[in-house]
């Protein structure tokens, strides 16, 4: 059995649907996938080692800068001469470390004396340093160090123990003796905030980590696991190589996210700095563009669809149009009779009203295409045509049976009323006429006409109908039997 053209609609409606979602979601996912590559690639390659790079610009300004402070105070000629000269008055150093404290923005500012011990800041003589007092470890550490300065986290006895980064830097006198350690200090808070302040700008998580791994500072909003990078979750996985190579890009996993790690030592700070980037917040951008994109898609696939649909439902109409339709007289064919007279007979029957054939035959109509020409013959039967639907009535159902004859099946209608509706067609057709090359072409008809009877199927009366008809014939044309 052949399938209906409504499921042959909705097969090719439901392939051409699927078809468009595949093109267009595997051309967005490759898209999606390219693009996401890219990222990757720029985030490994240029942006977190770019970053790396204004980032050692910035901490060289905001960071590095107490350390050159610090350096030039250690060399400062006025520190040397004034502890060589016997420290007589403590005045003259107060307001030079007042003044460096004031220039350079730095929390606080100090000296402390080899010779007598004496712990000087901003606000005068603080205290005298001893080798037994555990806040005090950190002078006899600079002073026995090799290295010229260091960087300690101590809290601040003269600022009420605020946690200040001390730069701790070693005072020799003109011959490389020892004489005293110097330096400035920074709040914890005011260096979080500044990588803060950086982590904003740059939308990287960035922090400090000592030669063993120790986080040294971190930004304000951030909370690492642990103290150490080893127990970071993901970042553990390559702290030993993060701390053997020293520099470079590291990729580790943490909460289902991958994340890349620039790495690059300070040596001024002797700390190695640590911007992370997180690919999902970079790629959130392009998933967004991938949500729109197919969102896109679908609106395109819908519209394309309705479009195909309405489409096809046109098309579809019309070819339903044509296939019961004669394309010259625009009358019903005998295809539409045999769609339309099984409900005429079923309401008949239903009713118990008659039903009537009317054959219809156009007299020596073979004349009028030998004479005048097959146009001149179309013109006629197209006339012809439109003269029969207006006399007969809107429930009667014509059809062009097929050269020069047509069927008519009358509803509700006996044999005199037939009869009557028969002889007002006959009459419009011989009135009927086209004017063709000066001349009114014009034909007769004649009509075979028969009734319906009980049971009879319906080939049968028009069987009879046409039987009438060609006894019209036999008895002259252009009348009704």
Not at 150 to 161: C, K, M, S
Not at 408 to 422: N, P
């Amino acid at each position: 059995m052949r399938p209906r053209p409504g499921a042959d609609k909705r097969r090719l409606i439901g392939v051409l649907a699927l078809l468009l979602l595949l093109g267009f979601a595997a051309t967005t996912l490759v898209s999606y996938q390219v693009s996401r590559s890219s990222v990757r690639e720029t985030i490994v390659s240029s942006e977190l080692p770019l970053t790396s790079d204004n980032l050692y610009s910035e901490i060289q300004k905001d960071l590095i800068r107490p350390i050159l402070i610090s350096s030039m105070m250690a060399s400062d000629t006025f520190v040397r001469d004034w502890v060589l000269s016997g420290e007589r008055d403590a005045g003259p150093m107060t307001r030079y470390l007042r003044e460096v404290r004031d220039r350079y923005g730095a929390f606080t500012s100090f000296f402390v004396s080899e010779r007598t011990r004496t712990y000087y800041q901003t606000g005068g003589v603080l205290k005298r340093v001893q080798e037994d007092e555990p806040r005090d470890a950190w002078y006899f550490r600079v002073r026995a160090m090799p290295a010229p300065y260091e960087i300690n986290l101590d809290p601040d006895l003269a600022n009420r123990d605020a946690l200040t980064i001390f730069i701790n830097y070693k005072v020799v006198d003109y011959d490389g003796q020892f004489i005293g350690a110097i330096g400035v200090g920074l709040t914890v808070d005011a260096v979080r905030a500044l990588i803060t302040d950086y982590q904003q700008r740059f939308k990287r998580s960035i922090y400090f980590v000592d030669r063993k791994g120790r986080v040294a500072l971190f930004g304000n909003d951030q909370h690492p696991a642990g103290s150490d990078i080893h127990a970071m979750p993901g970042v553990r996985e390559v702290a030993e190589r993060i701390l053997t190579e020293g520099a470079g890009t590291f990729q580790y996993q943490t909460g289902g996210n991958t994340h890349f790690l620039n790495v690059r030592f300070i040596p001024e700070l002797d700390w190695y700095l640590l911007v992370d980037g997180d690919e999902d917040a970079a790629l959130s951008r392009i998933r967004g563009t991938l949500y729109v994109n197919l969102a896109i898609c679908l609106v395109i696939s819908a519209v394309v669809l309705l479009a195909t649909s309405l489409t096809i439902n046109r098309y579809q109409g019309r070819l339903e149009e044509l296939a019961v339709t004669d394309e010259l007289t625009g009358l019903a064919n005998r295809r539409a009779f045999d769609l339309l007279i099984p409900q005429a007979l079923g309401e008949s029957r239903r009713a118990g009203e008659p039903l009537l054939a009317m054959m219809i035959d156009l007299d020596n109509f073979k004349a009028v295409n030998d004479g005048h020409g097959h146009a001149a013959g179309d013109a006629l039967l197209r006339r012809v045509a439109r003269v029969m639907q207006e006399a007969l009535r809107a429930s009667d159902l014509l059809f062009r049976w097929g050269g020069e004859e047509f069927l008519v099946v009358l509803k509700r209608t006996d044999l005199a009323q037939g009869r009557q509706l028969a002889e007002r067609v006959r009459a419009a057709i011989e009135a009927a006429s086209v004017p063709w090359e000066e001349a009114q072409l014009g034909v007769t008809a004649s009509v075979g006409l028969a009734v319906l009877g009980e049971g009879e199927p319906v080939d049968e009366v028009i069987r009879r109908a046409d039987e009438a008809l060609y006894e019209a014939k036999r008895q002259g044309r252009n009348r009704v039997v």
